[in-house]
């Protein structure tokens, strides 16, 4: 059992670069999530996804998007980056889609913009 | 609305105590309680339910007060790898959350020897 599993690690992208972010759990979780932390400012929720086929943004989503093909694998992309977008991105997943379940992280993807 | 974490930093020394608490303006269903080390991912600790059912680490309590929507990690006779920040997120009440957690802004926990 890997878990939540993000790809890749680490990451420089230039401005206006657009890429993908990784995310898969092999735990059958319905619930998905991607946040992303800076200094000082916790961890901020940007999209997740309650199932194959069903997403919604979180309190920060603009300039990413995300699809649920799968239930194991919830992609998140950045359209065209800007340094504002440099930081740690981490996935997470949930047992259930409802309320009051553990919620267990990945280990983030370290993103700088330049 | 992210939920108010007190206090932003602790500094123990080993086999001290610490309380940390977390606060939501909102009706919260439940508090979670995360533990971060420097460069790691978050680690799930404890989470806790409105009517007051617990899951979670077998050293560490804490306490949820529904009335209030607040919550308390106690964290007792420190050990050095009490080390790290600690989060509190919180799922709300409503009924088209579908889950998802907002988490507080952190309190950064040092045990010294």
């Known amino acids: 059992n890997a878990g939540v599993t993000q790809t890749p690690k680490f990451q420089v992208l230039k401005t206006g670069q ?10 059958n979780h319905e619930y998905m999530s991607w946040y992303r932390q800076d200094p000082g400012m916790g961890l901020r929720l940007i999209h997740y996804s309650v199932g194959a086929g069903i997403t919604d943004q979180g ?7 995300v699809s649920r093909s ?4 919830f992609p998140l992309r950045l359209l065209s980056a800007a340094p504002s977008q440099t930081s740690v991105y981490f996935c ?14 990945g280990p983030g993807t370290r993103l700088t913009v330049t | 609305q992210q939920p108010v974490q007190s206090p932003q930093a602790v500094i123990l020394r080993e086999g001290e105590d610490a309380v940390i608490n977390c606060s939501s ?9 995360y533990r971060q080390k420097h460069g790691e991912a978050p680690v799930f600790l404890m989470i806790l339910l409105k009517g007051g059912e617990q899951k979670g680490h077998e050293k560490i309590s804490a306490s949820f007060n ?4 607040q919550s308390s990690l106690y964290l ?10 600690y989060f509190c997120g919180t799922e709300d009440a409503g009924g088209t959350s579908y889950g998802k957690l907002t988490f507080g802004q952190g309190t950064i926990l040092t045990v010294h020897p």
């Open chain 1, 18 to 27: 657009s890429m993908t972010l990784q995310c898969a759990q092999d735990m």
């Open chain 1, 59 to 65: 309190e920060v989503p603009n300039g990413y998007n």
């Open chain 1, 70 to 73: 799968t239930t194991e694998d």
């Open chain 1, 92 to 105: 997470a997943s949930k047992a259930g889609r409802a309320i009051g379940y553990e919620q267990y992280f």
């Open chain 2, 25 to 33: 303006s909102k009706a919260l269903y439940s508090v979670h309680w």
């Open chain 2, 66 to 69: 529904e009335k209030k929507q």
């Open chain 2, 76 to 85: 007792t006779a420190s050990q050095l790898s009490y080390s790290g920040t």
